[in-house]
């Protein structure tokens, strides 16, 4: 192992375990070494859900990158996808009941698979970002987030409400 903190490594999925260590605490065993508690972070979190995850320490200190989530052995990868559930709570749009301008910020009534939720904005452009295949992640002025996995995907009537916004 390079000693250049600059350097990436990625992680051999053979040598990579995860699991919930006392009181749900994600931990695992990378390179026979045991790390009681990891933190997990997504490279490209908006394009590559389940690619590029970095391994850290309690520290913060990055261990290693897992490149596909799908390589790792079944408990591995569950527990994996469960924290990166945690960490990146995202509420997933099921209708888009109204999008409208009013006094210079656009406010969106949507349905999500947790129930109705308001997202209000100054500006689209800041707000929504389009990470290819029909997906939009929608941010509200106070950071509260939601995904559209697939705007095409959506009722008419939802998809009426986007074309003057996408």
Known sequence: MSDDKFDIRILDPEDAFFSRGP???FQGVLDGK??????????????YVSHYISIRDAKGEELGIVRDIGELDDESRTELERELQFRYFLPRVTRVDSVKNKSD????ELQTNLGPTRITMRNLHEYMQFPGGGRIILTDINGKRCEIADWKALDARSRMQLTDVI
């Not at 508690?37 to 997504?42: D, G, K």
């Not at 910020?105 to 969106?108: D, K, Q, S």
Request: proline share 10%; glycine share 10%.
């Open 105 to 108: 910020l656009w406010i969106w």
């Open 23 to 25: 009181g749900g605490v």
């Open 34 to 47: 045991t790390y009681p508690e990891l933190v997990v972070y997504r490279a490209f979190p908006f394009l």
